[in-house]
């Protein structure tokens, strides 16, 4: 699955560990993310969408 999460977070002018920080996980959490290593869950996808101020689509696409 990719994600804008690393280009999103930039834009706020935010850091790893805070994004970590304000959903509850860690910065290598963020990290496994943002290089495609790691699908968060829905819980976490929500929480990420919310902070970032998307819907979770637009920051999440399958890869078919």
């Known amino acids: 699955?990719?994600?804008?999460i690393?280009?999103?977070r930039k834009t706020l002018g935010c850091r790893q560990e805070?994004?970590?920080?304000a959903v509850g996980?860690?910065?290598q959490?963020?990290?496994a993310i943002?290089?495609?290593k790691y699908n968060p869950?829905?819980?976490?996808a929500m929480r990420l969408a919310r902070y970032l101020g998307r819907a979770v689509e637009e920051i999440f696409e399958s890869e078919n």
């Not at 869950?41 to 976490?44: M, P």
């Open 18 to 21: 805070d994004l970590a920080e």
């Open 41 to 44: 869950s829905l819980e976490l």
């Open 34 to 36: 943002e290089n495609d």
């Open 25 to 27: 996980v860690s910065r």
């Open 29 to 31: 959490t963020i990290i």
């Open 6 to 8: 690393k280009e999103l």
């Open 1 to 4: 699955m990719k994600n804008r």
